[in-house]
């Protein structure tokens, strides 16, 4: 079956501080692969997307980068946090459009 | 690019009443529409999706919707709620031609009141 999974769960950093979420997935091949953030009364935002290995998209201009790395592993860094990078963040894979989520990593930056 | 709203930040019902949750988007092509559901603390969850056929869609714990092309909609509605269905419930769209991600609404927060 196909699952992701995606860690920590939660995680509180102080501003200024590195920042790594990774995500993997298992039971499909060639995923597209997504990272959302939910900020409080802003919705599911798209962050990032991959179609392949080392392929990355950037939807919004921000203070973070996303990596591919292997074919079913996504991750989402940042080299100096900012209270603002604070919120819930998804991971997310698609195959012909169905998609399945992550349970999401919940970033608090002090 | 396609966007999506929801009229509605909060909803607050009590049980046994019937919910009607407004979801529009643009785009000037064919879509596949989505209603996923997030109840606290757990997962982003899909609750049903329309790709193509009848525009009256059955999904989980007795939700539908119905997509109507000309007003851009796909409400998502449920005739009796329950306690439990109090959850975070996104609209979701995503272009049905080549390569698209999925946009999602703002959300609605729905209460209820047992």
């Known amino acids: 079956s196909q699952t992701i999974h995606q860690w920590p769960a939660t995680l509180v950093q102080p501003v200024g501080s590195p920042l790594s979420l990774e995500c993997t997935v298992e039971?499909?091949?060639?995923?597209?692969l997504y990272w959302y953030r939910q900020a409080a009364g802003r919705g599911l935002q798209l962050l990032f997307y991959?179609?392949?290995?080392?392929?990355i998209s950037s939807e919004v201009p921000q203070n973070l980068s996303a990596s591919r790395p292997q074919d079913r592993q996504f991750i989402l860094s940042s080299k100096k946090l900012l209270l603002s990078d604070s919120g819930f963040y998804l991971c997310?894979?698609?195959?012909?459009?169905?998609?399945?989520f992550g349970s999401g990593t919940r970033l608090t930056v002090v | 690019a396609q966007s999506v709203s929801q009229h509605n930040h909060h909803v607050i019902l009590s049980e046994a009443a019937s919910l009607e949750l407004g979801c529009n988007y643009s785009?000037?092509?064919?879509?596949?529409l989505f209603w996923y559901v997030q109840y606290p603390g757990q997962h982003l969850q899909l609750l049903l999706k329309?790709?193509?056929?009848?525009?009256l869609v059955k999904g989980i714990k007795g939700f539908e919707a119905e997509f109507i092309k000309s007003k851009f909609s796909f409400n998502l509605r449920k005739p009796s709620v329950q306690w439990s269905d109090t959850a975070e419930y996104f609209c979701?769209?995503?272009?049905?031609?080549?390569?698209?991600?999925?946009?999602f609404g703002k959300g609605t927060m729905l209460l209820v009141s047992p």
């Open positions: 997310a894979w698609s195959v012909n459009y169905g998609y399945t």
């Open positions: 039971g499909t091949s060639n995923p597209n």
């Open positions: 991959s179609v392949g290995i080392g392929q």
């Open positions: 785009y000037g092509g064919t879509v596949n």
């Open positions: 329309y790709f193509s056929g009848d525009p």
């Open positions: 979701a769209v995503n272009a049905n031609s080549g390569y698209s991600t999925l946009t």
